[in-house]
Structure formats: C-alpha cells, structure tokens
C-alpha cells in the first residue's frame, strides 16, 4: 500500500521533471497536488508540532505553485477578501534551485524525555565514567575553572543491540536537568541535496539557544558518520563535513552542550569523529552481568504482585547472554500470563515461577560470542 509521503514524493518529482521541461503550468498542477495532499494530511495529525510542520509546507508548495503560473501578486484587503490568506509578492525571476530551498522549511526537533542514573540498572563501571566526565563537570563549573578544565564535550556509547545505550543517553539529560534532543537519522536525512546539513545546522542552532545547555543524543550516529572511501557520495560527505564541523563547537564551558551517540558498529565510524574532542570518552557497554540482570528483573518487576515461589538467582542464571531489552521483554511476557487468565476467570494472581519458565521457552540470545569478541576487540 503506498504511503502518503511516497505519493508526495511522486508529484515533487513530476513537477521537477515537467519544470526540467520547460512546462511551468504542468509543473505548479503538480506543485498544487502535492500541497493539497499536505493540507489534507495535516488535518489527520494528531501532533501538534507535525500539524504545524505539514502546514508549512504545503503553504509553501502552494506558494510555487502559483509562483510558477505566474499568478502571485499582492491583494489589497476588501469587503469580500479582507479575511482571506494573503499571499506575499514573489520575484518571478526565481531559479529552480531558490524554488526547491523554499520546500523545505526550517526543521523544529522536539525534546524527549529524561531519566535518572537510579532507573537504569547496572552498567555501574559506565555510570562512574558519565558521572567524573560529562555530571560533574556541568554541576561544578567554579571548581573545574580552579583546575583549567573545561565541560561539555561528546561521547560515544557502543555494544550490542539492547544493552541499555539510549537508556544511559536520558539519564545523564535527567542528571544534569538538561533538554534532551534525541535525533534519529531520519530526522536529519533528506531527499532534497543540501538540506541534510541544513537540518544539522538547525539542531544545533536550536540546542545553543537552549539558556542553560541541551543534550543532543544521535542514536546509530553510523548512519550519519560512516568511514570515507573512494566511492563515498557528494551528500554524504557533505553530511559528515557538517557533523564535524558542529561537534567542534561543542567543547567549552561556554557551549553547554553535551553531545551522546550510540552505535552498533563503531568499527564502521569515520576515524575523523572518534578523535577528541568530538569524543572524549568512548564507552562500551556490555551485555548485564549477574548483578545487573537481578537488578533488571526486579525493576521489570516493580509495581507487580510477584508470587513467594520466583527464585530471581533461577531466572538470573537462566538469562545469562541476553541483553537489558531481551530482560526487560520476558518480564512482560510473564506477566501477560496471570493478566490473560485474571481477564479470562475474574481472579487476580501473582507472577509465578511456571509463569517465567513459559516466558523464556525458546528464548535465544540475539548476540553470539564471536559479534561479542568484536566489541572487546574495538
């Protein structure tokens, strides 16, 4: 089923081909295709931010639209359009590169939210390297000024998928009582040359302005940031080249800005961005161990009626190879359990050890031991 961004897609492309033509009215029939479906799905959002983004965007697009027909010009007010939308004067003599700049607008990212070092179980070794490089740092600028040391810098997690990266991201936001940007590739990519790094630009514009400093967290910064090479595209490098350049501005004690991101696959990081002081700190984060995976059944746990008979050192050692995230599912599949059966029979009960051993049945780790041995090696 085609989406409704694949179908605004098409029409862009139809009237860039019918511009390339030179056919100016089949390209604005195109352009106001695209804008209606906009205006259309706009109305759907239920997101205030998406609405207000959508209907940017289309009152630009309907803007080229007649832009292209030629029919733009100021409108005095009257009796009969004096509530009507004016549209501001263009200059016709626009070229096609001006017209595709003016359908993307300025991006707006939106903040996430934070947590403490306190929910997020384990990992102790990697909280102690956050909290004397990144929290400290922030929270006692008289005494790093004594020591000539500055805040503010990046730093890059990477492991195994599920092993908690985005989880430690929030808390040290929460821990400093920063906003926290927490940017997917998506948000930054776009089909249109130039606009990528314009979308970088604008993140962290957005985030300087923030008045006491910002977190911004790039999850699979690979994506954004993969090694050079002889076959690497124009856009691409352009990409990384602005990447470097912001994370360059991001050391000092006047930036306020903490920069995170976590990767999967750190072997395929360009070498640029792993030099200090884009990253101070790399940090590996590793499949829970004993106490950490106790410490995540407890907290999967937690506000749940749990039955006398659950021996957590049984489900400890049961579970051991598997990530925070594959944990933390298994919880939830145990308590659907009595959940199914108290909606089935009208009668509550706890989670049980029968509960558990069901949960975990053909239950894998989703990391063998060599992908673990790569991350040790790195």
């Given at each position: ?121 384990g990992l102790v070794d990697v909280k102690n390297t956050l909290l004397q490089r990144i929290v400290l740092p922030f929270r006692f600028p008289d005494k790093l000024a004594i020591y000539g040391l500055t805040s503010g810098g990046g730093m890059l997690f990477y492991g195994p ?218």
């Open positions: 089923m085609t989406s409704w961004a694949d179908t605004l897609t098409t029409y862009i492309e139809h009237a860039n081909s019918q511009l390339q033509k030179g056919d100016r009215n089949g390209a604005s029939i195109e352009t106001a295709k695209a804008a209606e479906l906009l205006f259309v799905e706009a109305k759907k959002a239920a997101n205030t931010n998406m609405k207000k983004n959508l209907t940017l965007r289309a009152t630009q697009l309907l803007e080229t639209s007649l832009l292209l027909r030629g029919e733009i010009k100021k409108n005095l007010p009257d009796k009969q359009s004096h509530n009507k939308q004016q549209i501001p004067q263009k200059n016709n003599t626009k070229s096609q590169s001006q017209l595709e700049k003016d359908e993307e607008e300025k991006p707006i990212f939106s903040r996430g939210s934070t947590l403490a070092f306190t929910d997020v179980a998928p599920g092993t908690g990266k985005t989880l430690l991201a929030r808390a040290v936001a929460g821990e400093l009582g920063l906003p926290f940007y927490l940017i997917k590739s998506s948000e930054i990519l776009s089909q249109y040359y130039g606009q990528s790094t314009k979308n970088l630009a604008a993140l962290f514009e957005q985030a300087r302005n923030e008045p006491n400093g910002a977190c911004i967290f790039f999850d699979e910064i690979d994506s954004l940031a993969k090694k050079r090479n002889d076959d690497t595209h124009g856009a691409t490098l352009q990409v990384l080249t602005q990447l470097l350049q912001e994370l360059d501005g991001v050391s000092g004690r006047r930036a306020k800005l903490v920069f995170l991101a976590a990767t999967n696959t750190p072997w395929l990081l360009d070498e640029a961005i792993l030099r200090p002081p884009r990253f101070c700190e790399k940090c590996y984060v590793p499949l829970p161990d004993e106490p950490a995976r106790l410490a995540m059944f407890e907290l999967g746990l937690k506000n749940c009626p749990v039955d006398s008979d659950l021996v957590f050192d049984e489900l400890v050692e049961a579970s051991e190879g598997l990530s925070g995230a594959e944990i933390i599912n298994i919880c939830e599949r145990a308590k659907l359990i009595p959940f199914t059966e108290a909606i089935q029979t009208g009668k509550d009960r706890a989670v049980n050890n029968n509960d558990f051993k069901k949960a975990m049945q053909n239950i894998k780790p989703g990391i063998n031991p060599n992908s673990l041995q790569k991350y040790k090696d790195w």
